[in-house]
């Protein structure tokens, strides 16, 4: 089976191919380009889904090309139909309803979240794991059980991308952000005391955020080490917590900002604690891409018939903890 | 004798003895990938806090094990053993009828400013005739609804990630305890705040 995946939530659009044998995927191509807003500033939606509109051509006969598959070849088309940004997310829905109809292929929403969770564990080949789904529109640590993934700890504010995003725009640079913060953080070892938000499993990211902008004066380097082992050391104490409560053996984290390396390594120590297998999504996969997408159509379609072209909406608000899953 | 127990996700639970009586030890150790300031004001604020609370709490009649001896330099809290089942761990027919016992204590918290903070099914224990309220290392002393409708939704998320099969049943049976002791108004005004925190969080059904 060969599917066709699209990726247009927020600032990525992406088309990629991956081939799936048996219980197998193998990524044939994955194209992406990405919005980038003017320094200091954010997603600007209308601006994104111009940029989306623009270069959707482009990226799909280049991800057609390097895959070495022709339009025909397609078995299924999928596209993220949620959550996300609704003038970026029609983009990618237009291109896959056009192609669904145009050329008689089946068509699959899929969630956005669900998507990086279904490639991280395809990727690393972790069975059970409990998940740390980390990314600019999530923070949430979840488990699978009962048909559903459930979540046992999420932010109950902004998320961690938003918090590195906003305290990067702050200080002047484009978004995403993390990156830049991860480099400042390294050139510090001072720490500045920072609010520690913790309730119960959950984590909650305001205050901290508007501390960090206080202490900016005191230099940005300062400023970022202490956010980062603040915020990191909730997530992780998030974490701890979920691992003991649900005594899980494997450890997934996926997301964007899965990238960060401190992040890595303080998860990987608690990993180490709780003698649990520790697995991280390989950097190129790890932010948005068309791959998530089309890895949970290729699972969906392994189940279930594609979508009626009157059902493929989107949908802006779509909490992954709402979707019945049937492989 | 020194018996690790549990390694727990911010302190190791261990089994000794005090005064030859069977006793549990707590130590907040030194978690080695946190920042060292933020790791020792972390530790000791919470083995204060928690001694304290957990001895504050039984004033009202909240069944907590006895602190015997606290070491606010090495975060240790020596306290009773507590034999029994946690509640996690009980069948889930049982479960649900607890809840209505757990909803209880709650509410006589609540009632006299206290918040858990960590209100998950294994941190209650079943003993022989009473159920014992455990780990109080994230509670405080508040008056606030969000504070007390925190400590609603945590429970509720439990159930709901934990305990699926009986998150209805369960769930009512709480908010049967829990209004049986702070008075339907309060109930009613804690729960729909809980819903207003539901709505805060990511992808929450606003549209």
């Known amino acids: 089976m060969i599917c066709l995946g699209i990726e247009s939530t927020a600032h990525t659009f992406s088309c990629a191919i991956i081939e799936k044998r048996g219980k197998n995927g193998k990524i044939l191509s994955d194209v992406r380009k990405i919005y980038r807003p003017p320094e200091g500033e954010g997603i600007h939606p209308r601006e994104a889904s111009r940029h989306h509109a623009e270069h959707s051509p482009q990226v799909l006969s280049e991800c057609l090309e390097k895959a070495d598959v022709k339009i025909t070849d397609l078995d299924l088309v999928s596209y993220a139909a949620g959550p996300g940004l609704g003038p970026c997310l029609r983009i990618g829905a237009v291109v896959a309803r056009s192609l669904s109809s145009y050329y008689g292929v089946p068509v699959y929403p899929v969630n956005h979240a669900l998507g990086h969770i279904e490639l991280g564990k395809m990727l690393t080949g972790a069975k059970d794991p409990l998940v740390l789904l980390v990314s600019g529109g999530h923070t949430m640590i979840l488990a699978f059980l009962g048909k559903r993934w459930r979540v046992f700890g999420e932010t109950l504010d902004i998320t961690l991308g938003q918090l590195l995003d906003q305290i990067g725009r702050h200080a002047g640079f484009a978004s995403p952000c993390g990156n830049k913060i991860e480099e400042l953080a390294s050139k510090s070892s001072n720490y500045e005391p920072l609010p520690y938000v913790v309730k119960g499993n959950d984590v909650s990211f305001s205050g901290l955020l508007s501390a960090t902008k206080r202490i900016i004066p005191k230099g940005l380097e300062i400023a970022c080490f202490s956010l980062q082992e603040t915020a990191f050391s909730m997530i992780g104490e998030a974490v701890e917590r979920a691992l003991s409560f649900t005594g899980k053996k494997e450890f997934l984290v996926v997301g964007g900002v899965a990238a960060n390396k401190r992040l890595s390594e303080i998860l990987q120590s608690i990993c180490d604690r709780h003698d649990c297998k520790f697995f991280v999504s390989p950097k190129e996969y790890s932010g948005d891409c068309g791959s998530q997408i089309s890895w949970v159509g290729l699972l969906e379609a392994s189940k279930k018939a594609g979508s009626k072209l009157e059902d493929t909406f989107v949908r802006q608000s779509w909490r992954l903890d709402t979707v019945e899953i049937s492989y | ?207």
């Not at chain 2, 969000?146 to 099969?165: P, Q, W, Y």
Request: aromatic share 8%.
């Open chain 2, 1 to 207: 004798m020194l018996k690790l127990i549990k390694k727990g996700a911010e302190a190791d639970i261990y089994l000794t003895t005090w005064n030859n009586k069977k006793t549990i030890l707590k130590i907040r150790k030194r978690k080695e990938y946190r920042n060292k300031i933020l790791d020792n004001r972390i530790r000791t604020l919470r083995t204060i806090r928690e001694a304290t609370i957990i001895s504050d709490v039984k004033t009202f009649g909240v069944n907590t094990p006895i602190v015997y001896f606290v070491d606010q330099n090495k975060s240790e809290i020596y306290m009773q053993f507590v034999s029994g089942k946690l509640v996690k761990d009980l069948p889930e027919k049982m479960i649900t009828k607890i809840c209505k016992k757990i909803g209880r204590m709650v509410g006589i918290l609540h009632k006299n400013g206290v918040m858990h903070g960590d209100l998950t099914t294994s941190n209650f224990i079943l003993a022989s005739d009473k159920l014992v309220m455990l780990d109080f290392g994230l509670a405080q002393r508040t008056e606030k609804t969000e504070d007390h409708a925190i400590d609603l939704r945590l429970f509720k998320e439990v159930l709901n990630s934990a305990h699926v099969g009986i998150v209805n049943q369960a769930w009512s049976s709480f908010l049967q305890g829990y209004g049986a002791v702070v008075g339907n108004s309060t109930k009613d005004r804690v729960v729909l705040h809980v819903q207003v925190i539901e709505k805060r969080g990511r992808y929450a059904n606003v549209v």
